[in-house]
């Protein structure tokens, strides 16, 4: 790496394969180094910036680590209060039906407190795009337990670890809200990998591809890591999320144009 | 002149909205307020107007949708009564905080818990106080009659969108149900989305290209923002102080004694006033209009000419607070208040002010 800043001349227009797009504001993002919150922003912008909908693009922020996305997003956004974000694009989709609107949203805002908000919304069908971080903590409270925290799990409200007879079970939304007539694509992907996040874009792309057709809500949960609170190296709790998140919460399209992905068993 | 209708309260609101050039209601049905909603589905105001109506899963979402809608420049308004407004308050408050216009009606209901669904007066202090966490207020209107249930949408809008604040109807289940003579305002045209980013620059409507992206929120994690974010709202409180105040005044000149009433209760008092006239009592009648901002100064220089007053609310004496910090100590100032649902009657209130006023 460092050899490759050493050399300037490689950096000439001609060579450049990949530039951060212009759609992100340049400023330092407030996530943890490896946190895969900052990969999922700018490849939502780079589809928001292919599509040509900057202008056209109302975003709703949530409450969690990425209360915060409104500064580094360079659209109009809406801070939503927590769990809320589903109703208010709800409301601003109704009164703009021709903008894009998506809501972003951690699995404590979406899977607990905002539950409702999440399921009616999508039940409404509602012609919004939902994306779902999922890294099975409350990353910004200080890691207690989400509602997808897996059994055993520790955080800093399971400190022993998950006891789901006391606890309850991890909830998985995606799938839940797969059998919902008002869904129309759901999936779940991650951007753990060069390979994973090209995936997730290409969801995302055909999440905003699907609300100029009007039919329903566009889900993609994306399993991502939160290596500050499950108190691991980022590439510790990259193999953690693959040997644990992934048999879990398996990777791939659930629902697609309106029907559920039959699973080999 | 307009058009005269024979009408609900709560219809009142929602006819009102829809010739208001509402952009869409957002509700969750609860006695004595349903109306509203039941009228608007009726009425179709897609149809007539564009107007979006959605029944929303609880009033949690019905306020965020609020908040939503209204932080992109649109006209909206959302109806409940006192359980719903409860849950509303963590929305309301956020609004507050992002400075966002709306229309909010509290068809007021007898509390607390699930109390009953009668009418109530209950609701002053979470009205008029800020009901949700942090330093606010909502501009709050007490309509006492199905004209002001009216009236007061339209000037509720007005004036959300002037001081970019939520403004609250605070009415009670008497208003919201009774049936009265109304004479609607003509319709005004919905702006198009052309006209709304023209009008609200602050507004979330999508970047355009010759400005910074805009963001709503009621965020600043730095106390020094945070504190200017304070002091500008209480800037702007004090705005509506210096210009926002109505109020009427019954009976007043040559009053001796005076009653103090909102909504229901002037309405109450209005006929009091009436009987304890015909009995040589001379009684006249002070009507805050606005709750927030309270005509501190105007009721105070009334109160100056009289023996005694009776503040008379259907609640257990909210308002009474608001009328003895405007005025001195030395005022005989007493609350005659029925609640849990029973609306006094004019006699009920004459008695009182014997007792405890002149008599007392
Ligand atoms: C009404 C309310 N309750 C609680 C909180 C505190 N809170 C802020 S973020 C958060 C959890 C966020 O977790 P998640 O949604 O998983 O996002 P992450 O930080 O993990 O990305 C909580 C409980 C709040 N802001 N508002
Ligand atoms: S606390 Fe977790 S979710 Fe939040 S920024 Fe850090 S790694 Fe990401
Ligand atoms: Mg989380």
Known sequence: MEELFAKPEIRKPENIVYKKTDLMVDRPLSYCPGCGHGTVHRILMEVIEEMDIQGDTIGVSPVGCSVLAYDFLDIDMLGAAHGRAPALATAIKRLWPHRFVFTYQGDGDLAAIGTAETIHACNR????????????????????????????MR??????????????????????????PGTHYVTRQSVHTPGNARKTKKAIRK?????????????????????????????QANKWMEDNMFPFYPLGDIKVDGKLIEVAK | MGELRLMKGNEAVAEAAIRAGCDGYFGYPITPQSEVMEYLMAEKPYDRTGMVVLQAES??????????????????ITSSSSPGISLMQEGISYMAGAELPAVIVNVVRGGPGLGTIQPSQADYFQAVKGGGHGDYKLIVLAPASVQEMCDHVKLGFDLAFKYRTPVMLLSDGAVGQMMEKVVLFDQIPRRTDEEVIAQCPWAATGKLKNRDHIIITSLDLDPAGQERVNLKLQAKYKKIEENEIMYEEIHCEDAEYLFVAFGLSARICQKATDL????????????????FPFPVQQIASTIKRVKGVLVVEMNAGQ?????????????????????????????EVVRALEQKIIGG
């Open chain 1, 207 to 235: 999440a905003f591809d699907i609300q100029k057709e009007k039919k329903g809500v566009g889900w993609i949960e994306v399993v991502s890591n939160c290596n500050s609170g499950w108190k691991m190296t980022p590439v």
């Open chain 2, 319 to 347: 308002m009474i607070e608001d009328v003895k910090l405007s005025v001195g100590l030395n005022v005989k100032i007493e609350h005659f208040g029925r609640f849990g649902g029973i609306i006094p009657s004019p006699d």
């Open chain 1, 125 to 152: 069908g509602e012609n919004i795009t939902i994306i779902f971080i999922n890294n099975g903590i409350y990353g910004m409270t200080g890691g207690q337990m989400a509602p997808t925290t897996l059994p055993g």
């Open chain 1, 155 to 180: 955080s800093s409200t399971s400190p022993y670890g998950r006891d789901v007879l006391t606890m309850g079970y991890p909830l998985k939304m995606t799938e839940l809200v797969a059998q919902l």
């Open chain 2, 276 to 291: 304890a006239r015909a009995k040589g009592i001379k009684v006249g009648l002070f009507r805050p209009i606005t709750l």
């Open chain 2, 59 to 76: 009033e949690v979402a019905s306020i965020n949708m609020i908040y939503g809608a209204a932080g992109t420049g649109k006209k909206v």
